[in-house]
């Protein structure tokens, strides 16, 4: 498409799905920055959990999301007409995950939580990541680059929000 004359309708409409698409990445990651680095310390406290279970929480999150991870990819190539519902799903999952950790009455609960919590982040990355580069060949790098930047944005502001947001009420509100 290198030096292909876009109509405005289309460019319009890739800045649009850019947009949205590095906006999702941006509060997935808010979410996900805060809980690692803010609200498991507050959690592993306030439960009165030992180094074990603090860690078997942070494992059941990533093994999740490890095992995510190839099953996306496959859907997002599967589905390509079904981005959209795939990264609404994800996003959807992500504040399910927190809703039920926020009213986990126990350790299991706080587990299931967690395992929960790790299939969002693989759910969203594949099928962002080729909506994108099927939208923008011409323009492919930098259109990732903002995915990527959406990201790095919410692993910053996550943490600030979060502490902030713990000086007025408990990590179970948040």
């Keep these: 498409m290198e030096g292909q004359h876009i109509p405005d309708d289309l460019k319009t409409g890739r800045i ?3 947009s949205v698409i590095t906006l999702g990445h941006a509060v997935k990651h808010i979410y996900n920055s ?5 609200l498991l310390p507050e959690i592993k406290v306030s439960m009165e959990l030992n180094g074990a279970q603090y860690g078997l929480l942070v494992a059941a999150r990533q093994a ?7 099953l996306s990819g496959y859907l997002s190539d599967r589905f390509v007409n079904k981005s959209a519902i795939i990264l609404g799903f994800s996003l959807g999952l992500l504040g399910l995950a927190f809703y039920i950790a926020g009213n986990a009455p126990n350790y299991m609960g706080m587990l299931g939580a967690m395992l929960l919590a790790g299939f969002s982040p693989s ?18 790098g930098f259109a990732i680059s903002l995915h990527g930047t959406g990201g790095i944005a919410g692993e910053v502001i996550g943490p600030i929000v979060v502490a902030l ?9 948040i």
């Design 34 to 38: 805060g809980l690692l680095k803010i």
């Design 64 to 70: 999740t999301s490890w095992g995510t991870t190839i």
């Design 123 to 140: 759910l969203f990355h594949p099928p962002a990541i080729g909506t994108l580069s099927r939208h923008f060949p011409d323009r492919r």
């Design 16 to 18: 649009r799905l850019a």
């Design 165 to 173: 947001l713990l000086g007025i009420m408990s990590w179970r509100g």
